[in-house]
């Protein structure tokens, strides 16, 4: 059976578009089930819709953090979700939406955890004064940022660099050990042993 991705995202969404492409490429088995962002004009939702797939907006606005992740865990569920990806999706999740997809949720962050978690990642590289930076795929758990890591590359930075050019040489990593992990998680590829994220050796009798 085919497995069900499930995108959120908050903004431009080309770490959506890159999963997108590796499928279309059939470099990853898989199909995007449905996008869904907290932004109404959020950019991804509308690269989404040219591509023919369902794209939708749940506003939080207003709702306790809680039932706003009722709505979406609902909408997820309602299209058969195997696995949820968030790429460039700016909103914390509640335990209630961690529970309901044990290490089923994905996240992409713009450095190399655990340094410089939160919001301007490749900004606090720079300012911190690192000579290698990079970027995360990880679980994610009920804390921000931090869950079990899956893959992780790393870009040097460049003494000319601005936080322009380093997030575009971070982005162009993102797309390739995003699309890479995803595949290693619905091949049952890797274990969940505590914090280490382990592969395993591929049984082709299951
Ligand atoms: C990406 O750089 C992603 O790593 C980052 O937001 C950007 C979204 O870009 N995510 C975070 O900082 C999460 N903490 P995109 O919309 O073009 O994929």
């Known amino acids: 059976m085919m497995r069900r991705l499930g995108i959120l995202l908050s903004g431009r969404g080309s770490n959506f578009e890159a999963i997108a492409d590796h499928i279309d490429?059939?470099?990853?088995?898989?199909?995007i089930a449905v996008v869904i962002s907290n932004v109404s004009q959020a950019p991804g939702l509308e690269k989404a819709r040219q591509?023919?797939?369902?794209?939708?907006?749940i506003g939080s606005k207003g709702l306790p953090r809680e039932e706003f992740d009722r709505r979406l865990v609902a909408s997820l569920e309602e299209r058969q979700v195997?696995?949820?990806?968030?790429?460039?999706f700016m909103?914390?999740?509640?335990?209630?939406?961690?529970?309901?997809?044990?290490?089923?949720?994905?996240?992409?962050?713009?450095?190399?955890?655990?340094s410089f978690p939160g919001l301007n990642a490749q900004r606090q590289a720079l300012e911190y004064g690192v000579k290698y930076t990079g970027?995360?795929?990880?679980?994610?758990?009920?804390?921000?940022?931090?869950?079990?890591?899956?893959?992780?590359?790393?870009?040097?930075?460049?003494?000319?660099?601005?936080?322009?050019?380093?997030?575009?040489?971070?982005?162009?990593?993102?797309?390739?050990?995003?699309?890479?992990?995803?595949r290693l998680v619905l091949d049952n590829q890797i274990r969940v042993d505590g914090r280490h994220v382990v592969e395993v050796a591929a049984n082709p009798g299951h």
Request: glycine share 4%.
């Open 82 to 88: 195997d696995l949820v990806c968030l790429a460039g």
């Open 25 to 31: 490429r059939n470099e990853l088995d898989a199909q």
């Open 91 to 114: 909103r914390l999740l509640s335990p209630y939406f961690i529970k309901s997809f044990p290490h089923r949720i994905l996240n992409i962050h713009p450095s190399l955890l655990p």
């Open 51 to 57: 591509r023919g797939l369902e794209a939708t907006f």
């Open 135 to 182: 970027c995360t795929v990880h679980f994610v758990d009920e804390s921000l940022d931090s869950g079990p890591i899956i893959l992780q590359a790393v870009v040097p930075v460049l003494d000319t660099d601005t936080e322009e050019t380093l997030s575009a040489r971070i982005l162009a990593e993102e797309h390739k050990i995003y699309s890479k992990a995803i």
